[in-house]
């Protein structure tokens, strides 16, 4: 009797497993333990809810995969060589039409790389397209300012923001934060230097031909040039020895010393001319 009742308990428990998918519909995989299954009919895919027991999106991709181990509850959907997005739920919120999508986070927590034509933008975990596929590259930027992306359009690169092209694309370069400046990032255009701060507002306008990293020829000092003639800046940006020198050296801990035309200049750290005994 005891062996019946199992044989019957296992068959009831095996029927109830195959009813959950549509007869003719092939399971290919469980969604993350939940209850919508990827299915297969005819060479399509398509999602089943088998607690609703309806299909979530209707059976026409080609191919249905999960994104991944940071969002694995998503699910990319190809079709016709395009690529969408389905949302935990297994309906359709972003519809094929990517090249590409790559994994969120890659460019900061919720945020995805995508491409279309051959150009790159930024995809939210809304499935909103922010600032159009536009770019010729996207990057992840500096960890010293968060919610930015670096981005380069026709060759020049700019800073993206969550919400606006935060900084145009018109630079050759974008520096690192703290690699010339202890706060600020160096950037070039049309061979000039200037300094951006981090919350991506130009602070120094591209001007220099050369910078020197801050802290060289004096503490909180960078030495620049403007066509071969040299001067001083403090770090908040502002002149201390004028641009007029052929050539500046520090000699001392306190003392700075100019030339301009075989005449000697001598300055403290504050830009104040000093009497010193070379």
Known sequence: MLR??????????TSLCSAQIPKGYKEVEQVDNSILYIVEKDGKMGVYDTEGHVFTVEMKYDKLERMGEILPEFMLAWKDEKCGLLDPFGYEMVEPQFEEIGVFGELGQGFSLVKKNGLYGVLDESGT?????????????????SGYAKAKRNGLWGILSYESEALECKYETLGRFGELHPDWAMIESKGQIGFIDNTVTVVVPCQFNTVEAFGLIGTNLSMVSIKSKFGVINVEGFEVIPMEYDSLEKIS?????GM???????????????????
Not at 8 to 13: G, R, V
Not at 261 to 273: M, S, T, Y
């Open 4 to 13: 019946y009742t199992f044989i019957i308990a296992l068959c009831t428990i």
């Open 129 to 145: 397209l922010l600032h159009g596929c536009k770019y010729d590259a996207i990057e992840s930027y500096d960890a010293y300012v």
């Open 253 to 257: 801990d306190e003392v700075i010393k």
């Open 260 to 278: 301009k035309k075989d005449q000697k200049f001598f300055f403290n750290l504050q830009g104040i001319e000093v009497e010193y005994e070379d």
